[in-house]
């Protein structure tokens, strides 16, 4: 079955803290990996996206994620958080036919000053 | 660009009523998908569309439709809505395949069966 797994529900962090989320999918065949982000109050917001390449994929605000095909792993990183990274984030993936994306079931990242 | 717009931002229905809910996608994207988003059960895909063709069906029953026009807006519809109904419904659009495309999405109608 096709499958996201957000092994952390509610990480707290103190600002300039580094950050690493993990992501595990279950998918057959070539996927499509995302982390979108949703701050308070606002939409979906895609932070970096890998579809083919070089593993290591650079997203906005300073947001990157790692590949891993043998472990079927996508996580997600930044090496100092600030409290605007408040928000949470969800791992997606997609088979290369479809739009459907498969979620994650979100991680709450709190930043504390 | 304009972004994904969904219309109303807020709806209250009550138990048994039906509602409709509208995604205008960005300019150029033929594909609309649509997700439920509850607490419990986080992002749930619904149905995909692209050039008016459901593409994909997620686990939903059958109260919960969907379609699309031929300028790519696309509406979907809950009958005899259920308190369990009570979610965040967020629409995304895409460019068409076959290139790799990222999903863009709304802000959500928020809606509460009471």
């Known amino acids: 079955a096709q499958s996201v797994s957000q092994h952390n529900h509610h990480v707290i962090l103190s600002e300039a803290a580094s950050l690493e989320l993990g992501c595990n999918y279950s998918?057959?065949?070539?996927?499509?990996l995302f982390w979108y982000v949703q701050y308070p109050g606002q939409h979906l917001q895609l932070l970096l996206k890998y579809f083919s390449g070089d593993p290591l994929v650079k997203g906005i605000k300073g947001f990157e994620a790692e590949f891993i095909k043998s472990k079927f792993s996508f996580n997600l990183r930044k090496p100092s958080v600030q409290w605007s990274d408040t928000a949470e984030y969800f791992c997606a993936v997609n088979g290369l036919n479809t739009d459907k994306l498969i979620f994650g079931t979100g991680t709450r990242l709190q930043v504390f000053p | 660009k304009a972004g994904v717009t969904q219309t109303p931002r807020y709806l209250i229905k009550t138990r048994g009523q039906q509602v409709t809910l509208s995604c205008s996608p960005i300019?150029?994207?033929?594909?609309v998908s649509w997700y439920q988003q509850t607490p419990g059960q986080g992002l749930q895909f619904l149905f995909e569309y692209f050039s008016e063709t459901q593409r994909n069906k997620g686990n939903f029953p059958g109260r919960f439709s969907g379609r699309q026009f031929s300028n790519s807006r696309s509406e979907m519809n809950v009958s005899t809505l259920e308190l369990g109904d009570s979610a965040l419904y967020l629409c995304a659009s895409s460019l068409d395949r076959p290139r790799n495309t990222e999903a863009f999405f709304g802000q959500g109608t928020r809606l509460t069966v009471v």
């Open positions: 300019s150029g994207h033929r594909s």
């Open positions: 998918y057959g065949g070539t996927v499509n």
